[in-house]
Nanobody
Framework: VQLQASGGGLVQAGGSLRLSCAASGLTFTSYNMGWFRQAPGKEREFVAA????????YYADSVKGRFTISRDNAKNTVYLQMSSLKPEDTAVYYCGSRYYTRDEYSYWGQGTQVTVSS
């Protein structure tokens, strides 16, 4: 199983970025997908998740209204559209997959760096 995250970069506060996570080696439609992030010196935290059916989405309060998670099951890819970025959004962003009947994420991507300058 591979999760390949991409799309990170350097952006000014107020700007936008779209992260992508391409999955391979798993039955994509059997997995809920999520985005997490880890800032220097902090623990990894939940950002957003989307159900296997694409019918339910979940967001951390800190990103609600600014970030949108989506998935394209035909492309085995999950996206995170980030808008109105703030310096506190600076972190390494990871995508993860969770089998729809399980509670824990089992596979993780390598992470992509997002840096928001003030």
């Amino acid at each position: 199983v591979q999760l390949q995250a991409s799309g990170g970069g350097l952006v000014q506060a107020g700007g936008s970025l779209r992260l992508s996570c391409a999955a391979s080696g798993l039955t994509f439609t059997s997995y809920n997908m999520g985005w997490f992030r880890q800032a220097p010196g902090k623990e990894r935290e939940f950002v957003a998740a989307i159900s296997w059916s694409d019918r339910s989405t979940y967001y951390a309060d800190s990103v609600k209204g600014r970030f949108t998670i989506s998935r394209d099951n035909a492309k085995n890819t999950v996206y995170l559209q980030m808008s109105s970025l703030k310096p506190e959004d600076t972190a390494v962003y990871y995508c993860g997959s969770r089998y729809y009947t399980r509670d824990e994420y089992s596979y993780w991507g390598q992470g992509t760096q997002v840096t928001v300058s003030s």
